[in-house]
Structure formats: C-alpha cells, structure tokens
C-alpha cells in the first residue's frame, strides 16, 4: 500500500509555525518513501471560519516550497477536501455507528449539560457525560426524533477496557476506556466534531501515517476506538512535541510575539532558511550537519529520530541559520530580497551600493530598513556618546570636526580610497588615536557607534551630505 500522510488545517486564521513544521515533516516523510502527500481543510468550526483564511494557508505553504499531491485547489482521486462539501458522508456514518450499537442520540439542552458540569465539579468527579440518553428506551429516541429536538450523537465508549496504540517516536500508549467522555461525533447542525470528521476522512484518503502534534495524544484512543467500530485498519500515528517559545517557558503563544508563519516571510526569513531550522528542531542527521537542504531532508528525515522532549525556539540559531543564507545569496539576488525593506527616500544607486555593505551583518531581511536609515536620513546627535568617544570637550570636538570637514570638503576625488587616505593622513597629522579620531566622524554623521565600514559609508552618503552632517554636528555642539 502506497504512504500516504496529510496536514488538515482549519481556515480559522493564520498557519501557526509549529503546523507548518508538522507539514514539513508530513511532506518530508512521504516523499522520502515514495509516498503521497494530502491537504485536507477541515472547515467544520463554522463559528471561527475566517474568510480567505483557505487560501492563505495554501499560499504560505507554496511560498515555503512544499506542495501536494492531492488537495482543494488541485483536486484528485478521494476527494473532495473541504469538510464542509462532505457533510453527507459524515451523517451516513455517525447512522452506521448507531446502527451497530457504538454511537447513541443525544438530546440533552444546553441548561442541563451545565447542570451536570457543575454537579461534578463540585463534587469533584471526572468531567464526562453522565449517558443520560443512552438510556432512553428506542420508543423514546424515536419520538424525539419525530419532534425534530434539537440532538447530537455521541460515541458510547465501551467500559473497563484498554485501548492501547503504538506511536513511532513514543512507543506504547495506553488509556483506559473509563477515562475516554462519550464525545460528541455529529453536531446539532449536522457538521462533524473533529473525531468523526479526522476519522472518517483519513480512512476514506487512504491515510496510512498520521503525523501531528502532541495536543492530539487524548484524542487518540477516541480515534481508535472509532477505527474499531468502523472495522477498519488503524493507522500508524506519531505525536511529535510542542515547540517552547524563545523563552524556554511555555508553549510558543501570540502573548509571546508573532508565531505565524507567514510573520517570518514578512519579517525577511528565507523559506529555505526557516524549513532548515525547523528540519533541525528536534532532530538531527547522523552526521550532525545543521544546514540542510529541502532534498537531503527528504532522504535522511526518519519521523521515529524525532525526540519526544519539547525543543526551545531558539531565535538565535533561527538568525545564525538565516544570516548564513542571506550570504549565499548573489548581490542581485538580494536586492531583489531586499526591495521591499529599501528606505523610501534611498536612490536605485545608494541602493545597490548599501546591499554588500551589510550583507554580512543581516540576519533577517526587514534589518535592512532599520539599519540602513542613516544613509538617507539625518541622524539624531546624541552628545553624551560624541563627547564619550571624542574624550575632549564639546568646544574641541567641534573645532576638529570643522577640520574633518573642511579636509573632506577639499577632496575633488570622493571615492573611498580618496576619503580613507585623506582621513588616515589628518589624524596623524593631528595625533588623535584611530579610535577616537574616527568614531567621532561616524557618530557625527551617522548618529550610530556601529555602521560598516567609515569610509565606504561617507562614500554612499554622498560629500555635500557629510559636510551637512558635519557642520550640523558643530552647531550641536556649540549651542
């Protein structure tokens, strides 16, 4: 039998990192076992449907470079993809659970399900369904049914039994059927839950290896409890771990930053870069190589390898691994990259000759706004650190920035082995240290204590520039 995996999102709002890792790995997975790999959009929470929410997560995952065999957009043989164009088939089955005694009608209101929960709270019972209606005689169901009250169906979850499954990266789980609530497969409005619907859709998709996160552990044995009563074979399941946030504290979260990922793209993290340190949490080649392409990740990537202890989402790594692929990037190729983060007011030219400049100190695209600013706009002197690196007084750093300019303003050649050699023989011929000699020029100029290098940035800013600068900078320092 052909691999099959699959991911099945909900169109309730953005992709979240953590699924677009456990697509990589579904992807991966497949692929390296000439297998197949299935989008489905489980779209049955109507209430926190968000529109277009269906194709942005197909667009996201296209833009990180992994695609699918079969899905909504494109189709194929056990379709269709969307839940919600398959509502006759989850009826028909919750029928056929009734039908053979493993699912019931519920017809408890909404009052007296809150009742109940309350009841066993404060009496501190387990929160389950207390079966009030699978007590009802077939008379009784019947006339409800003719009245047309409002019900559910539940799963009836056999008593004092094991259910036990194996996961490839957790070995033997075991649950006890006492603990498992009579869950509700069939909603009032006739949409599945997420059981009824994942279950029935991965057997009808031909899904062999369900590969998803650990959230879904207690699901489980409700899954293969319905696989049971279907009659069919049960997948091969891993639960991979949460990923922690940057912290090292708890689940990655919204209250701790942006998690989409689309919010990487837009922040300027390569897709190459950011599937690579998602290849790598958690899981290691054998010859402990951290860069990885898409296509030895295919060959290498074994889901059974992946630890089961949750990884800390280490930003700094995620940057180190980025910069690095910023570098292999062609000075064309990256400014194309980079041309959405270019300062409005910097020129076609400025522009190209920033890009090598800090090509080796980016670590994500979108620094480029920030830490290219000052070439086109005027800094904000701050004085305290001026006079900090000047180590003169106010009057005397300006009197020798009033030299630096008036050396600068006599050059009638301003290309950076002119300005470097001019500036080399003035602080000699002045006897400041380099250091102080030339950080006050770049504070003065640029308003920053790390910019690249001097004189390649007072060649891009421009000399009638860096006189502005300058003479501006005196009068600061004068007033």
């Given at each position: 039998m052909t691999l099959r995996t699959r991911i099945a999102p909900s169109p309730t709002g953005y992709l979240h990192i953590g699924s677009l890792a456990t697509a990589l790995r579904n992807y991966a997975y497949a692929k390296g076992r000439d297998g197949q790999f299935v989008i489905r959009i489980e779209d049955t929470d109507r209430e926190r449907y968000v529109e277009g929410a269906v194709e942005a997560v197909l667009k996201v995952l296209k833009d990180y470079g992994l695609d699918w065999d079969e899905g909504p957009d494109i189709g194929g043989s056990t379709g269709p993809y969307i839940q919600s164009q398959r509502l006759d088939t989850y009826q028909q089955h919750a029928q056929q659970l009734i039908d053979g005694g493993h699912a019931y009608y519920c017809f408890c209101t909404k009052d007296r399900l809150a009742e109940m929960r309350q009841h066993q709270q404060d009496h501190h019972q387990l929160p389950k369904y207390d079966r009030h209606c699978l007590h009802l005689s077939p008379e009784e169901v019947k006339a409800n049914l003719e009245q047309h009250l409002p019900h559910v169906v539940r799963l009836k979850v056999p008593h004092d039994q094991q259910v036990t499954f194996t996961d490839l990266i957790r070995g033997d789980i075991t649950f006890s059927t006492n603990e498992i609530d009579d869950q509700v497969l069939l909603k009032s409005d006739g949409f599945p839950t997420y059981h009824?619907?994942?279950v029935t859709d991965d057997h009808l998709m031909n899904i062999s290896h369900i590969i998803r996160g650990e959230e879904w552990i207690s699901?489980?044995?409700?899954?293969?409890?319905?696989?049971?009563?279907?009659?069919?074979?049960?997948?091969?399941?891993?639960?991979?771990?949460?990923?922690?946030?940057?912290?090292?504290?708890g689940k990655m979260s919204k209250r701790q930053g942006d998690v989409s990922a689309q919010s990487f793209l837009d922040k300027g993290y390569l897709p190459q870069a950011m599937l690579?340190?998602?290849?790598?949490?958690g899981w290691a080649?054998?010859?402990?190589q951290e860069v990885l392409t898409l296509d030895q990740f295919i060959h290498q990537f074994d889901i059974a390898k992946v630890s089961a202890k949750s990884v800390t989402f280490d930003l700094n790594k995620l940057n180190w691994l980025n910069g690095l692929y910023i570098r292999k990037l062609?000075?064309?190729?990256?400014?194309?990259?980079l041309t959405p983060y270019k300062p409005t007011d910097m020129s076609a030219a400025q522009f190209r000759q920033v890009i090598p400049l800090v090509k080796e100190r980016l670590e994500y695209l979108s620094q480029f706004t920030e830490m290219t600013a000052f070439f086109v706009s005027n800094p904000d002197i701050n004085l305290h650190d001026l006079l900090k690196e000047s180590k003169v007084t106010a009057a005397d750093t300006a009197d020798y920035l009033a030299k630096v300019q008036t050396t600068l303003e006599s050059l009638s050649d301003w290309s950076v082995a002119a300005i470097e050699s001019a500036l080399h023989q003035f602080q000699q011929d002045i006897g400041w240290k380099p250091r102080p000699a030339f950080m006050t020029i770049r504070l003065a100029v640029t308003g920053r204590p790390a910019t690249p290098p001097l004189f390649d940035t007072l060649h891009v800013i421009g000399q009638s520039t860096v006189i502005t600068r300058l003479s501006h900078a005196q009068k600061i320092l004068r007033s």
């Open positions: 009824l619907g994942v699901s489980t044995p409700k899954h293969v409890l319905l696989y049971q009563a279907f009659g069919w074979p049960v997948p091969v399941y891993a639960h991979t771990p949460d990923f922690l946030s940057p912290t090292g504290k690579n340190f998602l290849m790598i949490m080649p054998e010859d402990q062609s000075d064309q190729d990256l400014q194309q990259q």
